[in-house]
């Protein structure tokens, strides 16, 4: 079998208080090239810490995390040594991860250069641009003259700049306007198979999940209780969990979002492992 783009072992967070909170309850997951993973579950469940852990900014009390056939290394995301530029993130709010005092194509020149410094090659920003649907001349602009649809598309071309094998993508649609939340996870998931990368793609947003999603994994309470091929978890959903979030999508009314947390009188039977709902392959 090749090496996965990403694997993980047991992976466990756990937060301090008392008692302490175990966020992320032993994943072990692993994302090839060129293909995308969803990661769905409620509010609260433990996916912003995995994807944290994942990319080596949260601190793990135990398991491990490769990126190839690298170990990461838990560092402040500054402090990550280049190779790691081989994996990149996108996260929900485009304000706070644009530089609103640098003009957007220094930006996703930031991207470039983190590629140019790994051997890969480099590229203009402004053909970044245009693969993200805006117009090349934006290079000169400054954050604040985009929408939110907009600013996101530019943290995407930062991030593909990097030319990155994995993609760690967190709710990366969920802040903007419903009109453009499809279309930009349809471009995610384009520019991802088109570079050859992995993507994690977290989102509440399960009809997009499963317009773009090869796989999904299910979480509840820091596990995975159900994972596999997207269609097959979709059309006949084993862990009661994954049936009671599917049965919570609303009617489609352009949000297409979760709107609440599944209440459910079984929550107990949620915790339960299921083993043949894992890793279940298309039939
Ligand atoms: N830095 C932190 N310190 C303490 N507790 C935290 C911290 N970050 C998250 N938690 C707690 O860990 C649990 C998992 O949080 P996490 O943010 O990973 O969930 P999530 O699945 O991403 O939720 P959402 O869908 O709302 O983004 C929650 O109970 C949360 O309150
Ligand atoms: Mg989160």
């Not at 692993?30 to 609260?44: F, H, K, Q, W």
């Not at 530029?85 to 991860?97: A, E, I, L, Y």
């Not at 649907?133 to 400054?142: E, F, T």
């Amino acid at each position: 079998m090749t090496v996965p783009v990403l694997s993980t072992s047991d992976v466990v967070v756990e937060y301090r208080g008392r008692p302490p909170l175990r966020a992320v309850d032993g994943v072990s997951l692993a994302i090839g090239a060129g293909e995308v993973v969803a990661l769905v579950g409620e509010s609260g469940c433990g996916k912003s810490s995995l994807a944290r852990a994942v990319i080596g900014i949260e601190k793990r009390a135990s398991g491990s995390v490769r990126f190839g056939t690298s170990d990461v290394p838990v560092l402040g995301i500054r402090r990550r040594p280049h190779e790691l530029t081989g994996m990149q993130m996108v996260f929900q709010d485009p304000n706070s991860s644009l530089n609103p005092r640098r003009r957007v194509g220094d930006q996703i020149g930031d991207g470039v250069s983190a590629a140019l410094a790994r051997g890969e090659a480099g590229s203009d920003p402004a053909e970044w641009l245009e693969r993200v649907g805006l117009d090349p001349g934006a290079a000169r602009s400054y954050p604040h003259e985009f929408s939110g649809g907009q600013k996101q598309r530019i943290a995407i071309a930062r991030a593909l700049a990097a030319r990155p094998a994995m993609l760690v993508a967190d709710e990366p649609i969920s802040a903007l306007d419903a009109s453009t939340q499809t279309s930009v996870a349809a471009l995610m998931r384009a520019l991802c198979l088109d570079a050859g990368a992995g993507m994690l793609f977290i989102s509440h947003d399960l009809s997009v999940v499963r317009r773009i999603a090869d796989r999904t994994l299910v979480m509840y309470r820091g596990r995975i209780v159900e994972s596999g091929h997207t269609e097959t978890i979709w059309q006949d959903p084993i862990h009661p969990y994954t049936q009671a979030l599917l049965a919570a999508i609303p009617v489609p009314d352009g949000a297409g979002r979760l709107p609440i947390t599944p209440q459910d009188a079984d929550r107990l039977t949620w915790t339960e492992a299921i083993p043949e709902a894992l890793e279940r392959t298309a039939p």
